[in-house]
């Protein structure tokens, strides 16, 4: 192994092509600034599924352009031909530890975090109970889960007061035909029509100046055509810790304005007519039992909460059930595992300092690094993983010319390899092909009576289909 990368670029790999892959291998290719101007670099990332972009394109809900037009940003650096692209290649199958070690300088791992957050009561093994994690992946399209998603229950509850809350209930609440105009796979519209739903009940433990969403994310909400909202006059308690929360923060000012504003409406608007859907925002009720017969969810026992003055919850000892056919929880995400790797089992990221991943010891594992949701956790909006990008970055630059040097950095090399193993891998020019298919696809939508929409997109869900028109 020899000691200096002068006389040749500086090999990275990018375990992931999400937002948090992209951001760093742009900050990365940029660091002739960042570094004065010495390094030459050369990035490949490598992504599980055979398509990029990873939580954008498998993350964000279907009705959020504005989100889903990150892909723009993340498009130019992908296009711009100094990264290279391989995609179905799968870390810890394809490519040890061992082999990225042997053709790479350094390694960054940006796998995200796709699992839901487990939540431990009673019931919540039952015939319709689900994580909403899953179901963001079903109607994302997700390649890795199946094309069917049961939905024929009337009244649904949805745990958590997070913007993936919102996603998850809106979704369940909206009518297929109004989610034509977006990307959904045509299973999921399919799915989606059959939905016999009325009533979705979001369910937060703690109160409404406490919640996670964001405003923009909740005055969408009552957007939907033929949803109404529903909120409970008893749910509206705020404690020391609230007023001083919307005196201090804008955003929480702003969303509790808007929930008040909605009860208030509501209360003086007795003679609208009723929508055939509702979105119920409840508060102030945790989760204590999911109850079921024959194996199948049939409601949903809460203990109504109080405010404890710092702005956390306290059971009253009072309990409520609710008739429900389906749980959805969406209490978070969590990191999963990675082979060779170490990881913190109770916050599910790999662990690391500032970005550099460290051993048990809390030692600097050389040429090791994470960032991204895998780095730090499941919080944030996508823009702040730009920040994480650019301090993981500024370690591995600090670190540079200390790292053990790889054995086999030619380009080419990493080729061999997965050519000789026989992975089916898919690359950018192979990426341009499926999205170019899939635009296709919304064009040639032959639009149905009284829903003349236009479709930009139809996803290809099926990884071997995918795979084929990438690599025709
Ligand atoms: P999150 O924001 O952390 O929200 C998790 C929710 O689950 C919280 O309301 C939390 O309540 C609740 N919870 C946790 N454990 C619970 C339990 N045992 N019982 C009842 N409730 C429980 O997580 P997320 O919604 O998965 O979102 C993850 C990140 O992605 C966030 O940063 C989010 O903003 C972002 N995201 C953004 C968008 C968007 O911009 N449109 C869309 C999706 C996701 P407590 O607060 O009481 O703990």
Redesign the pocket.
């Known amino acids: 192994m020899s000691s200096s990368t002068t006389s040749r670029p500086f090999r990275v790999a990018i375990i992931g092509s999400g937002p948090a892959g992209v951001y760093a291998a742009d900050i990365l290719t940029k660091s002739q600034e960042v570094a004065g101007g010495d390094v030459d670099v050369s990035i490949d990332i490598f992504e599980a599924y055979p398509a990029p972009y990873g939580l954008i394109r498998y993350g964000v809900a279907p009705d ?1 352009p504005r ?1 889903k037009g990150i892909v723009n940003a993340l498009h130019k650096v992908l296009d711009r031909g100094d990264i290279r692209f391989f995609g179905n290649v799968t870390y810890g199958r394809d490519l040890s530890l061992a082999d990225l070690q042997a053709h790479y300088d350094a390694v960054i791992f940006a796998t995200g975090a796709i699992k839901d957050a487990e ?1 431990n009561i009673p019931g919540i093994e039952l015939d319709g109970s689900y994580g909403g994690a899953d179901f963001v992946s079903w109607y994302d399209g997700h390649p890795d889960v199946s094309r069917e998603w049961p939905l024929t229950a009337k009244e649904i509850a949805v ?7 919102l ?1 998850v209930a809106r979704v369940l609440s909206k009518h297929a035909e109004d989610l034509l105009v977006t990307e959904i796979p045509d299973n999921v519209y399919a799915g989606l029509k059959e939905s016999p739903v009325t009533d979705v009940h979001i369910f ?3 109160g409404p100046a ?1 919640v ?1 969403f ?1 405003p923009l ?1 909740l005055r969408e909400l009552s957007h939907s055509r033929d949803v109404d909202i529903v909120l409970y006059e008893e749910d509206f308690d705020f404690d020391e810790a609230s007023d001083t929360a919307i005196k201090t923060n804008n955003q929480i000012k702003t969303m509790v304005n808007t929930l008040t504003n909605w009860l208030v409406e509501q209360e003086d608007d007795d003679s609208r007519p009723a929508a055939s859907r509702r979105l119920h925002l409840h508060f102030l009720h ?2 204590v039992e999911i109850t079921g017969e024959d194996g199948k969810v049939t409601g949903i026992k809460f203990e109504r909460n109080e405010l404890d003055g710092t702005g956390n919850a306290r059971g009253t000892g009072e309990f409520i059930d609710y008739p429900v056919q389906a749980v959805y929880r ?4 969590f990191g999963s595992e990675l082979p060779e790797v170490g990881f913190d089992a109770k916050r599910g990221v790999i662990p690391n300092d500032a970005g550099r991943v460290v051993d048990q010891d809390g030692t600097p594992v050389p040429g090791l690094y994470a960032t991204g949701w895998i780095k730090r956790g ?4 996508i823009g702040h993983t730009k920040g994480d990008a650019l301090e993981t970055i500024g370690c591995l630059l600090e670190d540079r010319l200390g790292l053990p040097v790889a054995e086999h950095p030619g380009e080419a090399d990493i080729v061999e390899l997965l050519e000789s193993r026989g992975v089916d891998y898919t690359t950018w020019e192979g990426w341009n092909k499926l999205d170019a298919h899939e635009k296709q696809l919304g064009a040639s939508y032959v639009p149905q009576p009284g829903n003349d929409v236009v479709r930009e997109r139809v996803k290809v869900v099926d990884r071997e289909e995918m795979i084929g028109i990438s690599n025709k």
């Open positions: 959020h989100i939540l745990i958590g007061n997070g913007n993936v809350a996603d937060g433990r703690r406490q996670k964001t994310e945790s989760p969406s209490v978070g995400y499941p919080v944030g909006l």
